[in-house]
């Protein structure tokens, strides 16, 4: 007879408090252990529900376990096809490759080579800040102010987050940070920028590269206009930088088109795709580089799990989604609703003293006081909703659901957060 989860023993935090390093951190925030999920809940083994607005930090689009993809993954299992191949030619890579090309590089008239890095996203951009420089020839890279893009050394000198880099250890070189769109109200950053690339006495040297994300993730949810997105990439044109979309987190239909970039109108010339892009939350990545910078000697950035055939298969199914414009209808439809509702909250709520952050399904509420997003988290995961806070000093309470989740789920998810809002604030 075969075992089920239901069957296996009960696992106790103190497993983890005894075993684990202290690094782990969401094990923290969300103290309980889970043994399933669907869609946009999970269950922890005491059977309490929870609602995800967290969605692995937004590697679950798609929702959790998603039938299709769940299909089609045992299938493949169950025919012994491959699962590891580093990056040698298989079916399911290649089937993956076909439908990219023909539902979202075509219709997009995008001229991209895809490259499989390793699975992770500070994996992706890694290697587009080594083929930017490799292009180029010059070594500095710009960044901006609250930016994050990885944990990884090259990833972590475009980072802004103090501790994050502080973890590094050792300096980090070869970047230099500049203001995101509205970092300094009523001053324009487009303008602070271009002069500094046009003064040559201005101590930064020519960059190979901007990367940037539209939508700040971790930084605080802090959206980048378009129009702020066209000024960069015209500074990019005029200097002959090479102009990086870290969409890791913002992509794959986060904001409402498959990448974020899209309403803006801009063409980057390198790409970072993780965390969705896999479909079932299975690691996989994607550096996108235009076809003319594609000038790698074979093997010149490898690595052992560039051929992750299952996260493949799911994929390619994930894709689905993007054939018609009905998804990207839906998740528009949600992100009104999540809009309607944060200014409720900062109309209705005035001692949170805050501000709407975010675009689509990534939107958050920024809290003057540290304490109360980080209190509203807390209570929200006592009352069954897993969120988490963002921002340099954690003071955004974010939302980042499945972009599956149904009106039902969404309207639920938000009356646990206008209950926690009104509990810390009658604490």
């Not at 689009?61 to 769940?70: A, L, Q, S, T, V």
């Not at 939350?281 to 994607?286: E, Y």
Request: net charge negative.
């Amino acid at each position: 007879m075969s075992s089920t989860i239901s069957d296996t023993p009960a696992i106790a935090m103190e497993i983890f408090e005894q075993y684990e390093s202290k690094v782990r951190s969401y094990s923290r925030s969300f103290p309980t252990v889970f043994k399933k999920a669907k869609n946009y809940k999970l269950w922890d083994i005491n059977d309490k529900e929870y609602i995800d607005f967290f969605a692995g930090a937004g590697a679950l689009n798609y929702g959790h376990n998603n039938e299709k993809m769940k299909k089609l993954l045992i299938k493949y299992l169950e025919e012994d096809a491959i699962t590891h191949s580093l990056d040698m030619a298989t079916v399911a890579r290649g089937e993956f490759l076909k439908k990219f090309n023909e539902v979202i590089l075509k219709p997009r008239n995008l001229d991209y080579k895809v490259m499989f890095p390793g699975p992770t996203g500070t994996n992706t951009v890694e290697s587009a800040l080594k083929i930017a420089r490799k292009v180029t020839g010059r070594n500095t890279v710009i960044s901006f102010t609250n930016g994050f893009h990885g944990m990884t050394i090259g990833s972590l000198s475009v980072t802004g987050n103090a501790s994050k880099r502080g973890g590094a250890g050792i300096p980090l070189n070869n970047s230099v940070f500049m203001p995101f769109d509205d970092y300094v109200k009523n001053n324009s950053s487009i303008e602070y920028i271009e002069a500094f690339l046009e003064n040559s006495s201005s101590g930064i040297d020519l960059p190979a590269a901007m990367i940037l994300e539209t939508v700040q993730g971790e930084g605080g949810i802090n959206a980048a206009s378009y129009e702020w997105l066209r000024s960069i990439e015209k500074i990019c044109r005029r200097f002959d930088i090479l102009l990086i979309i870290d969409d890791v987190q913002a992509g794959c239909g986060r904001t409402g088109t498959f990448f974020s970039f899209e309403p803006a109108e801009i063409t980057p010339d390198i790409v970072c795709l993780s965390k969705s892009i896999g479909g079932y939350g299975l690691p996989m990545a994607l550096t996108l580089i235009k076809s003319e910078y594609d000038i790698w000697e074979p093997g010149e950035h490898n690595g052992t799990f560039r051929g992750n055939n299952m996260a493949f298969i799911t994929a390619t199914e994930a894709l689905k989604y993007w054939e018609t414009n009905k998804f990207s209808q839906e998740i528009a439809q949600k992100a009104e609703m999540m809009s309607s509702f944060v200014d409720y909250v900062i109309h209705e709520y005035p001692q949170l003293n805050a501000e709407k952050r975010g675009r689509g399904l990534m939107q958050g509420v920024a809290c003057k006081k540290t304490e109360i997003s980080e209190g509203i988290c807390g209570e929200a995961f006592r009352r069954g909703l897993l969120m988490e806070t963002s921002g340099p000093e954690g003071e955004v309470f974010k939302f980042l659901p499945p972009l599956t989740i149904d009106q039902e789920g969404l309207e639920s998810g938000f009356q646990i957060v206008e209950d926690s809002i009104k509990a810390v604030l009658n604490n």
